[in-house]
C-alpha cells in the first residue's frame, strides 16, 4: 500500500457519488469506486456509501469495501445488510437517521441498538439531529458501547437551509461532549473544502473537513468549548496546517470520517495545502 497519504488521513474520505443529488448508476459508481482503490490515493478513502433503497438482486462489488445508508425503515436494513454481503462485498458500517430535527431520538435508537445486538460484526453510526435531545443520546450511545455494542453517532454539519449548519460554537459543544463520552464521531454534509468557507450562491458558510480534524485533535488534548470553537471558525489555512502536519503519523482522535461527492476533491485540497504528497515520492 502506498504511504503517500499520512497516516492521520487514512479512510477519512468515504466515496458519497451515490448519495442524492448524484445521478451515477450503481455498476458504475462501483468501476469507479474500484478504480480509486487502486490508486495511490487509496489511503485516503473509506468505503462506498451505497443506499439501501438502489440496492438490486446483484451487486457487482466482490470484495468492495461499502457502507450501507439506511435510507429504508430500519425493520428493512438487516435484509439489506445480506444482500450486500450474499454479493460479496465486506460492509463495513451501517448509517441510520434515528429522528427528524424536533424529534425524539430514543426510540430511533432503541431501533439501532436491537440491530446492532442481533448483528454484532456490523458497526452502527445512528444519526443524530443535532436539536433537542442530542446530549441524552449521545449518553444513550455511550452506554450502548459500554455493552459492548458496535454503536458511534453520525451528525449533519449542512443542508438546503441555514439553520441545519451549526455555528462553529455550537459544533464544538457537540466534539467536546463526544470526547467526555470517548465516543468517535462520523459527519455528513456541507463539507465540501477542507477550509472553512462560504458559498458565494447560497450565503451558506460551510465547515471545512480540516477546521473539525484539527479541532478533535485539540478536544482530544482537553481543550474547552471555546478553544475548539476558535479552531472551527479558522478561515485561513495556517493555523489548521501545522497542527495536522505535525500529527500526520499518529492515527485520527475522534472524527471518523465524511462523506464526499468526488473523492478527488478533497484530496486535491491536501495536495495543495502540502499535507498529501501528490503521487510524488
Sequence with gaps: MSTLVPTLFSGLVDDASLLPPSFISLPDAVAKHTEHRASW???????????????????????????????????AVPAAVEKLRASGAVVFHLEAPVARRGEDPQPGLAGLRTLASNDKDLE??????????????????????????????????GGLAAELFPTPVELAAVLCACRDRELPF????????????????TG???????????????????????????????THPVPLVEPARLRRDGTRPLFVGFGAANVVEPLTELIRLGLVNGGQE
Design 124 to 157: 452502527v453510526y445512528a444519526e443524530i439531529p443535532l436539536s433537542w435531545g442530542l446530549l441524552g443520546a449521545l449518553d444513550t450511545v455511550a452506554e450502548c458501547r459500554a455493552e459492548g455494542l458496535r454503536i458511534a453517532p453520525k451528525f449533519r454539519v
Design 41 to 75: 490515493f487509496a489511503r485516503l478513502l473509506g468505503p462506498l456509501l451505497v443506499p439501501a433503497s438502489v440496492i438490486g438482486a446483484e451487486l457487482p462489488a466482490r470484495e468492495l469495501p461499502v457502507a450501507l445508508v439506511g435510507d429504508v425503515p430500519v425493520s
Design 204 to 234: 451558506f458558510t460551510h465547515h471545512g473537513f480540516l477546521n473539525v480534524l484539527s479541532a478533535a485533535i485539540l478536544a482530544t488534548d482537553g481543550a474547552e468549548v471555546a478553544e475548539v470553537a476558535e479552531v472551527l471558525a479558522a
Design 186 to 201: 462520523r459527519l455528513a454534509a456541507g463539507l465540501r473544502h477542507a477550509i472553512r468557507h462560504t458559498d458565494p450562491e
